[in-house]
């Protein structure tokens, strides 16, 4: 017999939702402080550009970090949220010390390779689970991310 849970939802199916959603979470906050660190540090020819462009990227990521807690939440799971948890679980590596465009706009695109991986998946697996909570929201991220 199935086990159900508050959303009407496969319990299974949900914790493993939750912990991918996890994984994307830490993925989006060492993200989101590698691009605050890039807008911080940032020295180029192109400064005034890349300034902008970061910020936009930054405070789209920060709006992400708020709304995946919310729905692990949702699904009835714990979000991860300590440093240790973000840098032990995410797939993107924290960058330092970095200033130059063009190593910065690695950073980026690393960043935009790994994501839309993630959120495919996510996708795949909530329309599985018939939860369209979590369904609704990877489409919007890869719309956006389409759109970057």
Do not use: C
Not at 5 to 14: C, F, R, S, V, Y
Not at 104 to 110: G, R, S
Request: no cysteine.
């Amino acid at each position: 017999m199935r086990t159900i849970n508050q959303l009407g939802l496969d319990n299974e199916k949900t914790i493993m939702l939750s912990k991918k959603l996890n994984n994307l979470l830490a993925d989006y906050i060492v993200f989101y402080q590698n691009v605050r660190g890039l807008y911080w540090n940032i020295k180029s020819e192109i400064f005034f550009e890349l300034h902008v462009t970061f910020k936009e990227l930054y405070t789209n990521l920060l709006l992400k970090v708020g709304e995946v807690p919310e729905r692990i939440l949702n699904l009835g799971e714990t979000p991860l949220h300590t440093f240790d948890e973000y840098s032990n679980s995410s797939d993107i590596k924290s960058v330092k010390d970095m200033s130059q465009a063009e190593p910065a706009m690695k950073v980026i695109l690393d960043g935009f390779q790994i994501l839309p991986i993630k959120q495919r998946e996510l996708l795949d697996l909530s329309q599985k689970a018939n939860d369209e909570g979590t369904n609704a929201l990877m489409n919007n991220y890869i719309r956006v991310n389409k759109k970057n």
